[in-house]
């Protein structure tokens, strides 16, 4: 393992957010804050309590994580994107690094970025609506295994993607779509039996109420599910991105 | 290992997924310490060599080793001895000069060395700017940027892929300057470049490559002797149906239906009073009867060779 360079890689990545810090961290911070105003306080305020806790705190996870598959993706995929649109990208492959190194710093440098934003979307939650954490290392697990997957996620949309368009393409055709069906606002049992069997085919669900189940000790689905479900998409989003080192695809010619 | 073939390219071919053969079942070695000049026109496969050698494009078939390394399988160990230059201008737009000079480094897992980032910079002028954001650096600063980062991991090996395309005659020569030095530290050096005079003046072997075909391979010393070869022709006053006995048929040949004499010399053969031989030949032809209504010379230049090599049909 050629730890100098995965470092080299990591804190390069950290520091071009570090660049953009306004961006990166005022931005998501304020659309949560907005989320909060109005859903927690404007209309959580006419909604009696969902599953034993107030609508406001009943959001919280799921705020957290919407934030946290949007951050990871965006992140990442912009991360690997722009050196391959600038042609720097020639650097690293021309580096003696493997590719696990290179998924290694530019991955892990996105998804330290998603689990301090998320650790701060927390600390703004908390200054809107009162809330526990009932298991915070499960909490923890959530956080770190949710970054790191949908950062895989990202940096494999920023493979593939071949223009702007494309790059957000994906978050915006997908992501938004499955985290807003995927019981942030809600809980599933509030839908029509129909409903919620199909609601059941999205991934997002199981995260969302894992994550929830840390918080609260209970969740749409069983906290197992909730871990099989993000156990089996980091195991295929792995798969991807080996893949896609082994065949150079859309890396090398 | 062969010591003396730092790099070493067998029977390589490329075929790109569009179905175009880039490079045709190229054998090349490059010698230790050496500066190599890859000579060709637009499109004749040069980047294409130098990708595959460094690792950036895969190769259809063949094989790339590097100081006995494949450069596949160890890949690690050949890539570590390379630092790349390449021909497109391409940068991270927002990061300073010493940051993305200090990233390379730290990417070929190069422990940080201030001290050799500050001599590099300093070689190639950079010093002053490097605290200035590489956006606003100018094309043959970024150039420069470029150079110094792949020198920044100390490679034993440094590709240049038109290192002086868009490049004024000042950085020219410091560039030549740096290269000079790294030669004289042992470092191999390839270059790539349109510019023959360039190739002339820095070279010690040149190779040819046209239509992804290496054409020719020689010292450059070699390619001079011919460049040195000039053309004496004279117009004959009467045509000549074949050379008289009495001269030396080996440097002479009648062309022209007989109406041109052409003499071939060396025009870099030491000699005292007429190292050309030309005022032997002069009065040889007069004693043999042969008038001439005029003359003139001329020289056969790298250009030259290099013009008909790649002009030739495949
Ligand atoms: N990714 C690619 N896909 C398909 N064809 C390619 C690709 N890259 C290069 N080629 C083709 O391969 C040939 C060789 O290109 P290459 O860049 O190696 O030439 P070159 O000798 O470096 O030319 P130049 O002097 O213009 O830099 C060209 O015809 C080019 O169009
Ligand atoms: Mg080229």
Known sequence: MNLESVKTLYVAEMSRSLRTVLQSIISPVISTSLYFVVFGAAIGTRISEVAGVSYGAFIVPGLIMLMLLTQSVSNASFGIFFPRFSGSIYEILSAPVSYFEVVLGFVGAAATKSVILGLIVLGTASLFVPFSIAHPLVMLLFLVLTALTFSLLGFIIGIWADGFEKLQLVPLLVITPLTFLGGTFYSIDMLPPFWQAVTLANP??????????????????????SLGVIGLFLASSLAVVSWIFRSGYRLKP | MNEHNVIRVEALSKTYDSGFQALKD??????????????????????????????LVNASSGRVRVAGHDNVVDYRQARRLIGLVPQELTSEAFSTVWDTV???????????????????????????????????????MKRRVLIAKALAHEPEILFLDEPTAGVDVELRRDMWEVVRGLRERGVTIILTT???EEAEEMADRIGVIRAGELVLVEEKRELMRKLGRKQLT?????PLERLPDSLDASRLTLADDGQALIYTYDA?????DDPSGIAELLAELDAAGIHFKDLHTRQSSLEEIFVNLVREAP
């Open chain 2, 234 to 238: 004279l117009q004959l006053r009467e």
């Open chain 2, 194 to 196: 349109h510019y023959i």
């Open chain 2, 26 to 55: 190229i054998d090349l070695d490059i010698r230790h310490g050496e500066i190599f000049a890859l000579l060709g026109p637009n499109g004749a496969g040069k980047t294409t060599l130098i990708s595959v050698i460094c690792g």
């Open chain 2, 102 to 140: 200090s990233f390379s480094r730290g990417l070929f897992g190069k422990p940080k060395d201030p001290a050799h980032i500050e001599r590099v910079l300093t070689s190639l002028s950079l010093w002053d700017k490097r605290r200035n954001r590489l956006i606003t650096l100018s094309g043959g």
């Open chain 1, 204 to 225: 997002v669900v199981y995260l969302v109420s894992g994550f929830r189940w840390s918080f609260y000790g209970m969740g749409d689905v069983s906290i197992w599910a």
């Open chain 2, 268 to 272: 870099r053969t030491n000699g005292d």
